[in-house]
């Protein structure tokens, strides 16, 4: 979904607010740089000199942004900046809060970063899952089909292997060369994934996820699942920053939030990751919360692409 370009003054205002940030702890790393770099190009739209940009405080930055989204969009920001080096200081911590407090933000993800300071990683985690992308999936299905939906789409792993629903997904493997459903076959069997159903495969759930692979382009490593994430981000309706928070405990800080995949460390490139993201806002779907692939696995990708403008990589 489109998010809008802040004024020049308030991108360089949220700029100074990320650089003090970073600087307060008495280095300024290359990632962290990397970090603000892509937010100008991919986010604010913006060619300020970052050197040159002087620290700001609490009050100034509330006297520079307006109440709006741009404040919580600075506070989000803000928080990313102070864990993108694989900790937070005491003095990020400090600052962080003083910028929310200042402009009125007061949001979740600063008890997640409070909850990652301190190592309280099962809190964090669990949060973190309320917020996840197939949460969205969830919610849609008890809405449209009560505790039968949400059985429909977890049982595998309770049940273990289910040869109806394995036969129905094993079937894709006829459907046309470029289609939605034999492209996704093919990704499985690529990955050495099981199909639904089959033998240690995990929930028909993840299915939505992988099809956002198919339909995006992307690959299974770190990197790319990073960039498949910051994607979905791009085009959700509502709490784009709870996958940005995700996708950097997974795949940067090492925190596990996924039940089936242990967390990895230094995965997050911000050019990469903000593309993908920049990407995602060009969709004018929600495809996780409003889009089921199974109904277009006879649909050509291509075609696909064009009804939900999902631009070329």
């Given amino acids: 979904m489109p998010i809008t370009a802040p004024p020049p003054s308030i991108a360089r205002a949220g700029l100074r607010a990320l650089k003090s940030v970073a600087s307060v702890d008495g280095t300024f790393r290359e990632l ?13 739209r913006s060619e300020f000199d970052i050197d040159a940009l002087e620290p700001i405080t609490p009050e100034e930055l509330a006297a520079e942004v307006p109440a709006g989204e741009f404040r919580e969009r600075i506070v989000h920001g803000a928080i990313f900046m102070s864990m993108i080096d694989g900790e937070v200081a005491d003095t990020e911590l400090d600052l962080v809060d003083d910028y929310a407090e200042a402009l009125g933000v007061d949001d979740a993800s600063l008890k997640d970063m409070h909850r ?34 949400i059985w429909n789409l977890v049982r595998v ?24 459903g034999r492209e996704y ?8 994934f099981s199909l639904p159903g089959e033998k240690d495969s995990l929930p028909e759930l993840i299915m939505f996820h992988d099809c956002n692979h198919v339909l995006g382009g992307y690959g299974t490593s770190e990197e790319e699942e990073t960039q498949v994430a910051a994607f979905h981000a791009g085009y959700r309706g509502h709490d784009k920053f709870g996958l940005m928070l995700f996708l950097l ?15 990895v460390k230094g995965h997050v490139k911000p050019d990469l990751v903000f593309k993908a993201f920049e990407r995602g806002t060009h969709l004018n779907t929600d495809l996780i919360a409003n889009w089921d692939p199974r ?12 009804r939900f403008n999902v631009p070329p990589r």
Avoid at 185 to 192: L, Y
């Fill in 295 to 306: 109904e277009d696995f006879e649909v050509p990708l291509a075609e696909l692409r064009l």
């Fill in 249 to 263: 405990m997974q795949f940067h800080l090492g925190v596990q939030i996924t039940p089936a995949t242990e967390g």
């Fill in 157 to 180: 792993a309770i049940q273990g292997e289910d040869a109806e629903l394995a036969a129905r997904y094993q079937a894709l493997e006829s459907l046309p060369e470029g289609t939605l």
């Fill in 32 to 44: 962290e740089r990397e970090l603000l770099d892509s937010l100008q190009r991919y986010v604010l």
């Fill in 185 to 192: 076959f093919k990704f499985i069997r690529a990955n050495e």
């Fill in 116 to 149: 990652f300071a301190v190592g309280q990683f099962k809190v964090l985690r669990f949060d973190i899952l309320r917020r996840f992308i197939l949460a969205d999936r969830l919610k849609r299905e008890w809405k449209e089909e009560g505790l039968r939906g």
